[in-house]
């Protein structure tokens, strides 16, 4: 009797696990399928998305090549500005939908820089029109030979439509893939594929025009970055001798920043004082581009006229000479005061150098070049003058009260320059700075003069 009830217990043992294991089995079961259901409703919707975008990269393109080809044709300003506006418009959202799709941008380079060029070449020529100018045969070129590439681009993108509808390939399988070789793994999908997306523009050069893409721009080394390469060790004595060898305890070299706006090596310096100096100095030409002492000032005891003397020395004493300071911000007993270039009384805005002095006992605590050594050139021309100050005050606000006036030299948010005439001046109890063009007499820029307790700013 005992032996039979070990056996029932065992028996029901074994029923109890076999229960829990199925039980096990069918809650897996039922959480894979879940799992896998959220999978693939992912994958769709990211499926769903790169087509979304796509489809709109086509559509886009399309009114490109349209607009262009319309812009080809119109013979008023009026009409030119409208088309030239709708076709900056199109190019930046092309650009917009082309970098959602799954793609690295270095894969689709050449097409993304035709597309920027696009917007921004159109807008460079919409303001033409605008000032009620024709566009010149070289204008007209131009258009010509972009219409030429974004019909190419339009007939890449039809087949590429055509592959997606007919399912050749998908774009999770692009994601699966990563971007090892992209063009090559496109090559597979469809011949007149992807691929032919970048050898549609294998042969463009790109534009040189006034804009912020155009080549002349983009690829154009520093104008201020003169001198022949240094290597590591000549870098460290100009720091070191930058600072004073006499007030150094240690110096540490921090490597070489390659991918910089200006390629630098970069230190790190101890003073006499333990006070830490970080300094980066230029691959090409030895120029110091950045200087910062880290110390703390409790007290402000010289003046902004002192400060402003004892920046203008110290650039002096490092070889900027003619500068004069422009606009400046203080900050915890240090005042960041903007010196810019001067040549023959026009004041040069790019050239611009940010000098840090403590306001306790004015010594210099940083000093950033990156502007000066972008742009400075020693002797501009400023010859183009074709109308007179007189002439230009003529189209200013005439509730203006001028202050001041005089010449200077401006950026633009192209990369270019522009010599007009400055004009400051005030509108009941706001300072306005007002920049006429010396040669046309248009009005390029208005700034506001922002006068607060701890500075004067320009915006």
Avoid at 150 to 165: A, G, M, P, R
Avoid at 256 to 269: G, H, L, R
Avoid at 395 to 409: C, F, P, R
Avoid at 433 to 446: A, F, M, P, W
Wanted: proline residues 2%; glycine residues 6%.
């Amino acid at each position: 009797m005992k032996n039979i009830l070990v056996n029932w217990k065992n028996r029901l043992k074994k029923g109890h696990m076999l229960s829990v294991i199925c039980i096990l089995l069918i809650i897996v079961g039922i959480l894979g399928a879940i799992l896998y259901k959220k999978q693939r409703e992912y994958r769709q919707a990211s499926e769903n998305s790169y087509n979304m975008a796509f489809f709109e990269l086509v559509d886009y393109v399309q009114n490109v090549e349209t607009y262009l080809a319309k812009s080809l044709i119109s013979s008023t300003p009026e009409h030119g500005a409208e088309t030239l506006t709708n076709l900056w418009r199109e190019a930046n959202l092309a650009q917009a939908y082309l970098s959602r799709l799954p793609i690295e941008s270095q894969e689709l380079a050449s097409t993304e820089k035709f597309l920027n060029q696009v917007s921004d070449y159109s807008y460079s020529l919409s303001r033409k029109n605008i000032y009620d100018e024709k566009l010149t045969q070289d204008d007209l070129n131009n258009l010509k030979e972009l219409h030429t590439y974004s019909v190419d681009l339009e007939n890449t993108l039809n087949q590429l439509s055509e592959d997606l509808n007919n399912g050749r390939f998908k774009w999770g399988e692009l994601t699966e893939k990563g971007t090892v070789a992209f063009a090559q793994e496109v090559d597979n999908i469809s011949k007149e594929s992807f691929s032919n997306l970048e050898e549609n523009f294998h042969e463009y050069a790109g534009l040189i025009y006034d804009g912020a893409y155009s080549e002349h721009l983009t690829s154009s080394e520093p104008k201020g970055l003169t001198g022949d390469d240094i290597d590591e060790n000549k870098a460290k004595e100009i720091a070191e001798n930058f600072v004073g060898k006499n007030n150094i305890k240690e110096t540490n070299n921090l490597g070489y920043s390659e991918n910089a706006t200006i390629p630098v090596y970069d230190f790190s310096i101890t003073n006499n004082e333990d006070l830490n100096i970080n300094i980066s100095v230029s691959k090409k030409g030895g120029h110091i581009v950045y200087m910062n002492t880290n110390r703390e000032v409790n007290t402000e005891i010289i003046s902004q006229e002192e400060a402003n003397q004892k920046g203008k020395d110290f650039l002096t004493s490092k070889g900027f000479t003619n500068m004069k300071e422009t606009y400046f911000l203080k900050q915890e007993g240090i005042v960041t005061i903007n010196y810019a270039y001067m040549q023959n009384n026009v004041i040069m805005y790019p050239d611009l150098i940010k000098v840090k002095v403590a306001l306790d006992n004015g010594e210099v605590l940083g000093i950033e070049t990156t502007g000066y050594l972008n742009n400075h050139v020693e002797n501009r021309d400023i010859s183009n003058i074709k109308i007179s100050e007189e002439e230009a005050k003529k189209d200013l606000n005439t509730d203006l009260e001028i202050i001041s006036s005089g010449l200077a030299v401006i950026p633009t948010e192209w990369k270019s320059e522009i010599l007009c005439y400055e004009f400051k001046g005030k509108v009941d109890d706001r300072e306005f700075l007002v920049y006429i063009n010396t040669e046309n007499g248009r009005e390029e820029d208005v700034l506001i003069i922002t006068n607060t307790p701890n500075g004067t700013l320009a915006m």
